[in-house]
């Protein structure tokens, strides 16, 4: 059995065509004004959430734009430490420790995060930042420059097994440029590049901007050779 109340109503609207042309300009109104809000509601909703998207992708724009100037230095800072007298003495094999103590100074000095290590022509580890050299170890092949200063991509260090990035330089003589007699190697933390990029990394892949690190986000690799 209907409900009274839409017995009422029914009878009210079938007494006369006032009534019914009354509900019918009702109904077209609460149609139209529920479509209004509808379509408000939703302009509203978008221009917030692009709003928001905005000011995080700003966010995420500004701290891969300082990690890129972060390793800018870096690279320029290898490419200096190369040529360094003192690197010269890879060829003597750093028997009297000089690159050894200026590896040292060099990561107190810059405030390294990573390690340096230095080796001669043949690949031998001959001076670390630590001051300690493991013996045996020599050169691994995916530090190998091509060029000038490269960029290592995300890898497993072959010294310690941690994640890290890392840029090479090959090191010349200062008296035969064609005379390369080692290569001088940087590594930077994986942990400390994904410290500063904290929070954004899904948000650069949603955008599909170019992540200059990790080919896993979906981005590209930025950093392949430095000249």
């Known amino acids: ?13 079938s007494r006369s065509i006032s009534h019914k042309l009354l509900l019918a300009f ?21 221009s917030i959430e692009a709003s928001e998207h905005e000011t995080l992708e700003q966010s995420a724009r500004f701290k891969l734009n300082s990690l890129n100037t972060r390793f800018e230095q870096l690279a320029t800072s290898l490419h200096a430490w190369s040529k360094l007298d003192v690197m010269n003495d890879l060829v003597s ?49 995916i530090w190998r420059p091509h060029g000038g200063v490269s960029f290592v991509d995300k890898h497993v260090s072959p010294l310690n097994g941690r994640e890290i990035v890392a840029l090479t330089a ?23 590049v994904r410290q500063a990029l904290a929070g954004n990394a899904m948000l650069l892949r949603r955008a599909r901007q170019p992540v200059i690190l990790d080919s896993t986000l979906g981005g590209v690799n930025k950093w392949s050779v430095v000249q």
């Open 93 to 141: 094999g750093d028997v009297d420790q000089r690159i050894t103590r200026a590896l040292i100074d060099m990561k107190a000095n810059y405030a390294l995060k990573g390690n340096l290590y230095a080796f001669d022509a043949n690949g031998n580890l001959l001076a670390t930042s630590s001051g300690t050299r493991p013996p045996g170890v020599s050169l691994p092949a």
């Open 26 to 46: 009702f109904l077209v109104f609460i149609g139209t004004y529920l479509a209004t809000a509808l379509v408000v509601l939703t302009a509203e909703r978008s």
């Open 1 to 13: 059995m209907p409900m009274p109340i839409l017995v009422g109503f029914r009878e009210w609207s």
């Open 170 to 192: 090959p090191v010349y003589s200062s008296f035969a440029k064609n005379y390369r007699f080692g290569t001088l190697v940087v590594t930077y933390p994986w942990s400390a």
